[in-house]
DNA sequence: TTAGGGTAGTTTGAATACCAACAATCAACC
DNA sequence: GGTTGATTGTTGGTATTCAAACTACCCTAA
């Protein structure tokens, strides 16, 4: 009998976690405690598979919705993104000295910045949403695709707390 | 015709995020891109509920962990938590702080610690609990009760990627 | 025209997270 | 006994987040 003591149970390098071996108490009902677990595992895997391009889910998320809605602001950007507008500050600077997305002063308003992406911009978000699409199919398989919609619809209800 | 380009629609402070005003785009089908929202909003929601303890989610899934599971190990727990080991050294040292949390070394592998609540600890866990639970029931209202079961089984295989 | 209040973006500070590297320790093998 | 390899917890570096305070600017109303 050699060694098994604290013996986790398998796991890539990061174990998500709910080791079978350990009591979660009341922690294995509550919905918060699932949901970050879910939330790091799936950020986790969808950085890893776009570590070649430097992009994490969050920056992705950024270029796509500049993407999507070409001159928006940064504040509209933070409440769409669901981050508040500093955050956004150096995340954009990042993207701007990549020469992913353009800042343009609006003369309108000259306190706010009109955002578009460059073509570079557009092509990496190409190729970044090819990608995030493999992963969000990953993904349903796991949900269950009969459920995709109605889990969908939850935590949409869950981000409007 | 005034532009209103940007124009964002009502929320709280922290507009959790999709504005019906804004588009999308791909990210409209994503689970991944609701799961951060959704994990977000609950996560602050819950800092709310439990500010006065100067408590976030972390610490209390810790708590509750330890709580559960007397002589536990810091990398142990690190893996149950879902945390980098390297992130609870200095969680428990706030927690070992404010004497809600022990170490104790172990003889049979001085490397190691075994965790355990202190009587404050458990004093503390049992009053935090009863914010959870409560918590989380607003959630499971959210998610629909009928639901939750599906919902936490998803969650825990996407927690496994 | 100017005073007041509201908004856009930045800065700063405190948390929290990962990862890689490290010393101490353990375990297994020869 | 001694060598080798794995594991425990800490440290240091980087990244991301929120919140509050700040500057610059906009807009309305007197």
Same mark, same amino acid.
């Given at each position: @009998?050699?060694? &098994? !003591? ?7 390098? &990061?174990? $998500? !976690?709910?080791? #079978? ?7 294995? *009902? /509550? ?7 879910? %939330? +790091? !595992?799936? /950020? %986790?895997? /969808? ?6 391009? %430097? @992009? ?7 270029? !796509?919705?500049?993407?999507? &809605?070409?001159?928006?602001? %940064? ?8 981050? *508040? ?7 954009? &600077? *990042? ?11 609006? $003369? ?18 190409? #190729? ?5 699409? $493999?992963?969000?199919? @990953? ?6 695709? #009969?459920?995709?919609? +109605? /889990?969908?619809? $939850? ?7």
């Amino acid at each position: @009998m050699t060694k &098994n !003591a604290g013996k986790p149970g398998r796991r890539g390098k &990061n174990g $998500a !976690a709910a080791d #079978e071996a350990l009591r979660l108490g009341p922690l294995a *009902d /509550f919905i918060g405690f699932y949901l970050r677990l879910a %939330q +790091e !595992a799936s /950020f %986790q895997a /969808f950085a890893r598979r776009v570590r070649e391009y %430097q @992009m994490r889910p969050g920056r992705f998320a950024v270029l !796509a919705l500049i993407g999507e &809605n070409p001159g928006i602001s %940064q504040t509209a950007l933070s409440r769409a993104a669901g981050r *508040d507008k500093s955050t956004l500050t150096p995340a954009l &600077n *990042d993207l701007v000295r990549r020469a992913l997305v353009k800042r343009r002063r609006v $003369a309108s308003d000259r306190r706010s910045y009109a955002l578009s992406l460059t073509a570079k911009g557009e092509r990496l978000l190409s #190729e970044l949403t090819f990608h995030a699409r $493999a992963h969000d199919r @990953m993904l349903d398989e796991l949900v269950g695709i #009969e459920h995709k919609a +109605e /889990f969908i619809r $939850a935590l949409r209800r869950l981000a409007l707390v």
